[in-house]
T-cell receptor
Framework: ETGVTQSPTHLIKTRGQQVTLRCSSQ?????VSWYQQALGQGPQFIFQ???????GRGNFPPRFSGLQFPNYSSELNVNALELDDSALYLC???????????????FGAGSRLTVL | QQQVKQSPQSLIVQKGGISIINCAYE??????FPWYQQFPGKGPALLIA?????SEKKEGRFTISFNKSAKQFSLHIMDSQPGDSATYFC??????????FGDGTTLTVKP
């Protein structure tokens, strides 16, 4: 059983550019959540994808968008990068069971984004 | 804004001692309260979680105490070991995938 894998592990962009981060969910999981973790802070919920549709969103602007694919992998896209977007972006997969919410998040190691 | 407040920010404990980390939440709709452990360069890993229908849950050396009326919950690490040195996050949410996290506690266990 493989865990959650994210790519790239590190990347550097300049202000105004666009970035795409990728995530392969753990085998058997059908839901992907994305979190932003600034240095010295806890992860902040960006959004969740279930059945290829957004299933909840945190307090992030529309320039943060995502996709989930039929194999449950996911992408996070950020347009018009700002300096404050510099953070560790974490992907977490889980399973939504009928009649219950997602449980037991499995996190990847993250993608470290630096915006200059 | 929904918040989860965590304290202390950092904690130093001697080997064999008890580590206690506290969290408070505001949203009474939250019904899932996990604790995560994060090592440098790694993502958070679920340690233990509780739902509000119980007041305590124990798994090995780790115990969650939950006070629904006070909207507080805490993590107790018994017989703390140097390998427990990490950053610990509490979280709360309607489900695990949409959790609100605290700002973390850096635990150092001295040999």
């Amino acid at each position: 059983e493989t865990g959650v894998t994210q790519s790239p592990t590190h990347l550097i962009k300049t202000r105004g550019q666009q970035v795409t981060l990728r995530c392969s969910s753990q085998s058997g999981h059908n839901t992907v959540s994305w979190y932003q973790q600034a240095l010295g802070q806890g992860p902040q919920f960006i959004f969740q994808y279930y059945r290829e549709e957004e299933n909840g969103r945190g307090n992030f602007p529309p320039r943060f968008s995502g996709l989930q694919f039929p194999n449950y992998s996911s992408e996070l896209n950020v347009n018009a990068l700002e300096l404050d977007d510099s953070a560790l972006y974490l992907c977490a997969s889980s399973s939504i069971l009928a009649g219950a919410g997602a449980n037991v998040l499995t996190f990847g190691a993250g993608s470290r984004l630096t915006v200059l | 804004q929904q918040q989860v407040k965590q304290s202390p920010q950092s904690l130093i404990v001697q080997k064999g001692g008890i580590s206690i980390i506290n969290c408070a939440y505001e949203n009474t709709a939250f019904d899932y309260f996990p604790w995560y452990q994060q090592f440098p360069g790694k993502g958070p890993a679920l340690l233990i979680a509780i739902r509000p229908d119980v007041s305590e849950k124990k798994e090995g050396r780790f115990t969650i105490s939950f006070n629904k009326s006070a909207k507080q919950f805490s993590l107790h690490i018994m017989d703390s070991q140097p390998g427990d040195s990490a950053t610990y996050f509490c979280a709360a949410g309607a489900n695990a995938g949409k959790s609100t996290f605290g700002d973390g506690t850096t635990l150092t266990v001295k040999p």
